[in-house]
């Protein structure tokens, strides 16, 4: 190996550190499954939630950028694979959902338990798809296309490091073009099923849209933020301003797109006026909620995309690395508002164990991600677009 290509050799610190945050994550789980066990279900299915989406935003960035045949993103592209290391602990991470399902979705799990007799008729009449058989199906399914395309892609990847004349590329963009698909459909139905469903009467068709742009936009922002760490290590001594201005181009995209969703939603329900779909967002609009939905707009639209319309700041790697983090935690207050305000009674929007479940579900991520990305070059070494894409330059 060429010793001036950079190895990433750092896991083993930040395996140790995340690990030990996940164990106190766990710990107070299991804490708190004493003093409120409903409400620990509901912050580990935000955090969940908050996760899987990013993850499998940063598979559709790569699967896009080998769709396209985009050159400056193969400099960053071993950092989205890295990101994709973390799936196999999602699957897993998921098997703690299963005890807490008579929590989440006990609407549809019993609608003859429901009172409200047109309530109960809308809910049965959803029991050919909302049935616990079939939804453990269909998550299985899930993961089977997330986890498979995301192992092809990383593998043929980390192939051609070893093997130059596999590092053309040509069957990773066979498998994208095929694969986007598949992803976007499990990405919907996932949405519908593990978000929408815990309030069975309410739908949208917009919604699949929303969640994808906000995962996408989480996506970016998370490898803005490993790409500027990387690079201040010194790991990823070619990347240059114009690499972070053209990450800096998409977070402000698919922020006015996330936007462009979350108000198209609303103003169509707000137009309608039906009361199974106006219910989501009277959950949303009262009480402490009203402010966390005021901040939501502020922290996840209004704040960074002034911020993100300045040139400047695009072309500083600190302060769009700082906004990049901004963006990441207004994503986790987007799920958390999504999942939380539908948890039975009156409590408090937030909840020491909402650390707790981001504790749990996150370090064992990053930690699976960087132990399987140690001892791995930081670049694809032999892809032929390596050197056009370390020279991009952008105005």
């Not at 940063?58 to 985009?70: D, Q, R, S």
């Not at 960087?370 to 056009?388: M, Q, T």
């Amino acid at each position: 190996m060429n010793p001036r290509i950079p190895i990433f050799r750092g896991g083993r610190a930040i395996v140790a550190w995340s690990l030990g945050l996940a164990l106190l994550g766990g710990l107070l789980l299991v804490a708190g499954a004493f003093v409120d066990p409903t409400r620990l279900f509901y912050a580990y299915l935000a955090a969940y939630t908050y996760a899987v989406s990013t993850v499998v935003g940063a598979l559709i960035f790569l699967m896009t950028c080998h769709a396209m045949g985009a050159t400056w993103p193969v400099a960053v592209r071993r950092l989205v694979e890295a990101i994709l290391g973390a799936l196999p602990a999602l699957a897993v991470l998921f098997v703690p959902l299963l005890f807490g399902l008579g929590s989440l979705y006990g609407e549809w799990l019993r609608p003859e338990s429901i009172e409200d007799e047109h309530v109960r008729a809308i809910v049965l009449h959803k029991t050919p798809y909302l049935n616990l058989p079939f939804f453990l199906v269909r998550t299985g399914i899930y993961f089977v296309v997330w986890l498979v395309l995301a192992a092809l892609l990383r593998h043929g990847s980390l192939r051609g490091d070893a093997r130059p004349e596999l590092a053309l590329g040509g069957r990773l963009r066979a498998i994208s073009v095929a694969g986007l698909p598949l992803v976007a459909l499990a990405l919907s139905f996932a949405a519908f099923d593990w978000l929408m469903s815990l309030q069975p009467t309410w739908v949208s068709t917009m919604f699949p849209v929303y969640v994808f742009a906000g995962g996408f936009v989480a996506a970016i922002a998370l490898l803005t933020v490993i790409a500027f760490a990387s690079d201040r290590a010194g790991l990823l001594p070619g990347l240059n301003t114009s690499h972070y201005y053209a990450l800096g181009r998409l977070l402000l995209a698919f922020t006015i797109f996330w936007a462009y969703a979350a108000f198209f939603q609303f103003m169509l329900m707000w137009l309608a006026d039906r009361p199974e779909e106006a219910e989501f967002y009277l959950h949303r609009a009262h009480g402490p909620w009203g402010a966390v939905s005021l901040a939501l707009v502020l922290a996840r639209f209004v704040i960074p995309f002034l911020v993100l319309l300045n040139y400047g700041i695009k072309r500083r790697p600190a302060w769009l690395a700082a906004v990049a983090a901004w963006i990441l935690a207004a994503h986790y207050i987007d799920l958390h508002w999504l999942v939380v305000p539908d948890a039975p009674g009156e409590r408090a929007p937030y909840h020491w164990l909402d650390l707790a479940a981001l504790l749990a579900v996150v370090g064992p991520c990053v930690a699976l991600a960087a132990l399987r990305l140690r001892g791995k070059p930081l670049v694809p070494v032999n892809d032929p677009a390596l050197p056009a894409a370390f020279r991009y330059e952008s105005v």
